[in-house]
């Protein structure tokens, strides 16, 4: 659905004030004392920030315990130990995949996303639970938000034999991204799983998206066979790699040779802005021409109680994991968090041009910094025109949701 | 003041039910169906948590900008730049110590706070102009929250001829804490530093706070002639190190000895939880019986933009970047800005047991974790049994301040 609003006195990026006139879902003037036809809804914007809506590319939709009873998290230290605490509690929490889903959305939509990346698990306890989920779901919702699924092996793809079927199944269902994770550290075999993912963005003409989270030497190795199969498929431009922090390494030996092949062959990286790992250094990404996207992970899960779909606090996460101090610099991490983004996931019109489609959030404040740093819940969420979240309420309720 | 109150149906620490009696400014009684003599105050606590009073032990109350309009940071990247660039601003940008201590103190207060250690600027420019202005604060602010404050020679107590005498004037005024800093990097002359300040903690009979900013084995080089003055001066227990990033160092042979030593003399560590620096490990610290508080530090000042005062938001922060994911790993966060605060300030009577201050911080939520990353703004804050703060707003206004 696209609506038709006009919108007074906004600052486009803390720019100068200006009017917006938006017409069937998009932006077709910017100017002074603008005005708009018979029936057009007008919105004063006060003087707020008009910023792009945030881009949320990497999160987990199947896995927010959002709307349940508090999870008290007893989960071991190791990655294997959340992966198989996860997936054997899924069903005994009552984690339906379609109302979490639902829940996590409806949050993001109003804190100012308007489109999502999520991947989704793909596994033999739960096979297409989770897909179908998403997908009915992502229908139910796509007036406030667009959603793109990543199907995502996340309990490994060749260590649990039949998981590489259902990921053929996922992609069938219209899943429309190949999702991976840790060819050494996980399946412990990077030729063969490596192999699966890149078979399964062939057999589909899909986009791969893998979480890398292995570090140093062993991240750096992994990263290597990537490259190799992205170089060799003709894949420039198709792949992310989530997390990396193999490129958070102080050895410049080993991450700037990375870094230069992954600027050749258009490879986009995610990150969180980790606290606790090394993590991809943005400004020299960015200064390379790399496109850095940013997502949530999984919020309020099994995994660890953090988290809450806000992008511009994730903007805050990834400015303060990188130094970012100056307006410049604050300036990056809102790109991450937007336009980076929406490069990363091929996002068509998207922007404040004349043209682009209308998914803007409109937020008080100076500046970008500010915008960033505040965090305010007076926020006004636009989807193609329409206005679908004020001051935390969306247009759209959740399953089980009261108010 | 203190003031008298009988809460129903509060949470302590998470646990079951109660209700909470105080008189004149101090719990009394704990239990079902409590009853209070007539005139007494009745609070309906609907289940909520009942924390204690939440403790800011480093922060710099004078430097903050709010209120102010947007400061667009343009500052280099060495820490003098950062010193300098704020030194020759502050009359500029009208940093004026009073009214911006007040701001922020509001604000901490609002969030739950109920005890404040500042670090306060003395420096050639501004003599007193921040201690003065901190004091006068405080006593206005008594009501809501108690302020200490640490005489800081922000701009080096060396490298800038007069500033020794100014630390004598400031402690002679009635600074309750010695200040440092960085005693090879910014002094570039260790031994002459750190002897003057333990010689202002010993002619005042003060404690230390020092910052020490200084990596790896520079860090670990001046943290050695701290520790051997500490033993050297019989102070133990009476010295704080801030930041201390030294301690996050992976070389465990150049750290673990430290930690032997800052253990045995009882030496506190400070710690934001810096996403972007090697930090202190909280739980290998408190695992050998270290006291680790926690702060703000400087809230969006000419340093940078982040921060709000917020000491739940800060636990987050400890504990997104010490990996703290379970339940028990969340409570060390919490522990850190509430008893171990408590601790490093030395405050009597502090906590939820019958007899002690009663300074507490209700907010909604099922367990402690909850709270952490919930923050939300729905609080009620509590100094010597009166209600200070509801919803996020204060009973005292700040100078400027609208509503």
């Known amino acids: 659905m696209t609506a038709s609003l006009l919108l007074r006195k906004v600052r486009p990026m803390g720019g100068p004030v200006t009017d917006v006139r938006i017409a069937d879902g998009r932006i077709v003037a910017t100017g002074a004392s603008l005005s708009a036809p018979a029936g057009v809804p007008t919105e004063d914007g006060g003087g707020c920030l008009m910023l792009p809506g945030l881009v949320e590319a990497h999160t987990h939709l199947d896995k927010s315990l959002l709307g349940l009873p508090w999870y008290v998290n007893e989960v071991g230290p190791k990655l294997l130990d959340k992966i198989d605490n996860e997936r054997l509690n899924k069903?005994?929490?009552?984690?339906?995949?379609?109302?979490?889903?639902?829940?996590?959305?409806?949050?993001?939509?109003?804190?100012?996303?308007?489109?999502?990346?999520?991947?989704?698990?793909?596994?033999?306890?739960?096979?297409?639970?989770?897909?179908?989920?998403?997908?009915?779901?992502?229908?139910?919702?796509?007036d406030i938000i667009d959603v793109e699924i990543v199907a995502f092996?996340?309990?490994?793809?060749?260590?649990?034999?039949?998981?590489?079927?259902?990921?053929?199944?996922?992609?069938?269902?219209?899943?429309?991204?190949?999702?991976?994770?840790d060819p050494c550290a996980i399946d412990r075999d990077p030729k063969g799983?490596?192999?699966?993912?890149?078979?399964?963005?062939?057999?589909?003409?899909?986009?791969?998206?893998?979480?890398?989270?292995?570090?140093?030497e062993m991240g750096a190795f992994s990263f290597d066979l990537i490259i190799e199969r992205t170089r060799a498929l003709g894949m420039k431009g198709k792949v992310t790699v989530s997390h990396?922090?193999?490129?958070?390494?102080?050895?410049?030996?080993?991450?700037?040779?990375?870094?230069?092949?992954?600027?050749?062959?258009?490879i986009a990286i995610m990150t969180t802005g980790p606290a606790a790992r090394p993590a991809p250094p943005i400004k020299r990404l960015l200064a390379a021409g790399i496109r850095?996207?940013?997502?949530?992970?999984?919020?309020?899960?099994?995994?660890?109680?953090?988290?809450?779909?806000?992008?511009?606090?994730?903007?805050?996460?990834?400015?303060?994991?990188?130094?970012?101090?100056?307006?410049?610099e604050m300036r990056l991490a809102f790109d991450v968090v937007t336009t980076e983004g929406a490069k990363v996931m091929e996002l068509d019109g998207y922007g404040l041009a004349v043209g682009c489609q209308a998914d803007l959030l409109l937020v008080p404040g100076e500046t970008l910094a500010e915008a960033i740093v505040s965090r305010t819940a007076q926020r006004r969420v636009i989807k193609r025109g329409r206005i679908v979240?004020?001051?935390?309420?969306?247009?759209?309720?959740?399953?089980?949701?009261?108010?």
Chains 1, 2 share one sequence.
Not at 105 to 112: A, D, E, K, L, Y
Not at 389 to 403: C, E, N, T, Y
């Open 389 to 403: 979240a004020r001051d935390g309420v969306s247009i759209l309720k959740a399953p089980g949701q009261l108010s």
């Open 193 to 216: 799983h490596l192999d699966a993912v890149f078979d399964l963005c062939q057999t589909y003409g899909k986009a791969l998206d893998i979480h890398l989270h292995e570090p140093g």
């Open 244 to 266: 990396a922090f193999c490129l958070g390494s102080p050895d410049r030996d080993l991450v700037d040779p990375l870094i230069d092949q992954i600027a050749e062959l258009d």
């Open 153 to 181: 092996p996340q309990s490994g793809l060749l260590r649990r034999p039949g998981t590489l079927a259902l990921m053929h199944e996922a992609m069938k269902l219209g899943s429309e991204v190949v999702g991976g994770l």
């Open 292 to 328: 850095v996207c940013s997502g949530s992970d999984g919020i309020r899960d099994t995994w660890g109680p953090y988290g809450n779909g806000d992008m511009l606090e994730r903007a805050m996460f990834v400015g303060l994991r990188n130094n970012c101090r100056r307006a410049d």
């Open 91 to 142: 069903r005994r929490l009552n984690m339906d995949p379609y109302v979490q889903s639902f829940r996590q959305t409806v949050q993001s939509s109003q804190f100012g996303s308007t489109h999502i990346r999520s991947h989704v698990d793909v596994d033999t306890d739960h096979g297409m639970w989770g897909i179908e989920g998403i997908m009915k779901m992502r229908e139910e919702c796509r």
